[in-house]
Nanobody, 122 residues
């Protein structure tokens, strides 16, 4: 059974940094494209960033470009999201997911974890 576990969220002031981690059991992440998604209260889940199997191709939604960096350590079966220059509008529950396709979209997610909360104060 595949389980995805996100960690590293917390409270940050605007301009601060957080590093999210995602580990997967029952699945080798080096076989799939992986993505980070977020959902703010009252809003739909949206894509944040995705990375291909080898870590050579990445996608970032426009609002996080230049501030967030996605990476993966296939040896540790772990996905990361380094978030710098945090803004209050980054406040959301963050999820990682293995994707069924190269499309960086929540509809392509195969499994969801419980998420990790990121709260950014102004």
């Amino acid at each position: 059974q595949v389980q995805v576990v996100e960690s590293g969220g917390g409270l940050s002031q605007a301009g601060g940094s957080l590093r999210l981690s995602c580990t997967a059991s029952g699945l080798s992440i080096d076989a799939v494209t992986m993505g980070w998604f977020r959902q703010a209260p009252g809003k739909e889940r949206e894509e944040v960033s995705c990375i291909d199997q080898r870590g050579l191709g990445t996608y970032y939604t426009s609002s996080v470009k230049g501030r967030f960096t996605i990476s993966r350590d296939n040896a540790k079966n772990t996905l990361y999201l380094q978030m710098n220059g945090l803004k209050p509008e980054d406040t959301a529950m963050y999820y990682c997911a293995p994707l069924q396709s190269i499309a960086c979209h929540p509809s392509a997610a195969r499994y969801w974890g419980q998420g990790t909360q990121v709260t950014v104060s102004s």
